[in-house]
């Protein structure tokens, strides 16, 4: 196992955090793959037969989701990372697990989707404190490939256990119930080997922060910890998201390009799960293996095996001109399945 995860190439001081977190992501992963992405969405369309509008919902809240990423960033300041880790992961657990008593019915979708989306906001929380616990823990020479490595057990391991779950539901299609309580049990074998973690150098900042939060004291470049009432006021996240903006005005004009990129992602996404799930297979036997492995293995599988090429390019070019030639890549083939779409949707109704 040492040798498979490469633990023995990286700085000895770096081995123990990376070899359990290695444990937990090999367990984590099998219920993320669940939750996280489009096999929500799959479901809502296939076994409840849900409207253009719930998929349009469903397909959206794994990016809506992410929007809470601020709120809990700003939660992780100054507080212990691995419990709130813990904590998130807990409830996205307990929110998957409950899935097993939605019934069948078009209230059942409206519950499912509600119940996916808690999990998602969840799960979201979850990636933010990872990603401030990286910082602690491994040295910026080595986080790139530590991270580049969990990323693709987490890959791998995510669509095996959707590729698997949607032969499940062939064969049964209410075998929602049970393969997502399943899920959540490996999720909870994950959240246990979680607990081995240690933060670097944690208390220390912790002890700074809190002082820099005492009143009368204005230390130059001290992040302080905000309070739960602070966060829990839309007013209040808003307001920092805003001065952040108006502080910077580059920024600004980079997040909103991004912001009709993505909004255009979103768009295209509940048409991409409608046209698949309900014009492709339709009368095919494998008709969640043959959705899944076009919606969410796939796209995975194109992902990994043009990391390195994407890697080498974004060395080159730099961010902003990385983002552009990514997005001119992302509208081609827009316009490649648009022109798919079209043929396929308009072939069905002339047969």
Known sequence: ????????????????????????????????????????????????????????VASATPFAASVVSLVWGMLCVGRAKIRLMM???????????????????????VWFIAQIAAAQVLLSGVVTTRSAIWRSNYPVAVRGSIAARLQRVRAVLSVLSVQVAAIICDGDGDAYRYVFPVGAAFGACGI??????????????????RVASLPGDSREGAVERFGFVALLS??????????????????????????????????????VVAVVTRELPSGWRFGYWISTVLLVAFPMLMLLGSLAW?????????????????????CAGLLF????????VGGRRHA
């Not at 108006?246 to 600004?252: C, E, I, P, T, V």
């Open 1 to 56: 196992m040492l040798d498979l995860f490469g633990i023995r190439r990286l700085p000895f001081f770096v081995r123990r955090n990376y070899y359990y977190e290695v444990r937990h992501i090999l367990f984590w992963s099998l219920f993320t793959g669940l939750v996280e992405g489009q096999f929500g969405s799959i479901i809502v369309s296939r076994t409840f037969g849900g409207s253009e509008f719930l998929i349009a």
């Open 87 to 109: 904590m998130f992961g807990s409830g996205a657990v307990l929110c998957a697990a409950g899935i097993g008593a939605i019934p069948n019915s078009p209230a059942g979708a």
């Open 192 to 209: 246990v080997l979680l607990g081995k973690l240690r933060v670097r150098r944690e208390r220390a900042e912790m002890g700074r922060i």
């Open 234 to 271: 839309p007013g209040h996240v808003l307001g920092e998201m805003f001065r952040v903006l108006r502080d910077d005005g580059r920024f600004a004009r980079y997040c909103v390009a991004q912001f009709f990129h993505g909004l255009a992602n979103l768009m295209t996404l509940p048409v």
């Open 310 to 330: 994407w890697g080498r390019l974004f060395d080159r070019i730099g961010v902003l001109r990385f983002r552009v030639v990514n997005i001119y890549v992302w």
């Open 337 to 344: 399945g648009l022109l798919g779409t079209v043929v396929l």
